[in-house]
């Protein structure tokens, strides 16, 4: 933390705690900068819906191959419709709200200097094996996405028109039925 959260306490009456006034106790400044990498994944393409690609989170990036035209060679694969600068300005974006998350606000006004200068060093193509696949049940299509590292599925299934009215139907003859019983507990 860059520093030290300090707060005020008044008693009254000896029953209550009261908090006056909450601040930081800044160090002097220095020169020394604290730059800490942060990883930020952004989908180069928007095709997948938002409910998917959220839960296709959590990638472990320490295994990440860089891309190149040869591991796609065989294979079907979308080509990124991100633009570099989209990207980049994605990017910065999910690194601001990681460091507004992470700064303490109210102290921030007497902090002596701080500076939350966020720069992309580097930006690379990495490929994330996602497999996504359709079927065709009762004249319907439904779309499924698999996490290619932990094996997470996301999709569409198909449901019962039958079994969900049947639900609906128990349901009501349950809340029927408690309501009957508790009209007959107070009589």
Known sequence: ???????EQ????????VWVDTDADWPPPTRWEHREPMD???EGSDTLPSYVRRALSGWDLST????????????????ASLSYGTARARVLGLNRG?????APRPELSKAPSFRSGIRVDHCGLFLMPIWLSAYRWRGQVYHVAVHGQNGT???QRPLSRFRFWMM????????????L??????I
């Open 40 to 42: 930020a994944l952004v």
């Open 10 to 17: 008044v008693r009254v009456f000896a029953k209550k705690t």
């Open 153 to 155: 599925v996301v999709g």
């Open 1 to 7: 933390m860059i520093g030290e959260l300090r707060a």
């Open 64 to 79: 990440a191959a860089p891309y190149g035209p040869a591991r796609l060679s065989g294979t079907l694969a979308e080509i």
């Open 98 to 102: 990681r460091v507004e998350e992470a």
């Open 168 to 179: 609906i139907a128990a349901l009501v003859s349950a809340c029927t039925f408690y309501y």
């Open 181 to 186: 019983m508790a009209l007959t507990d107070i």
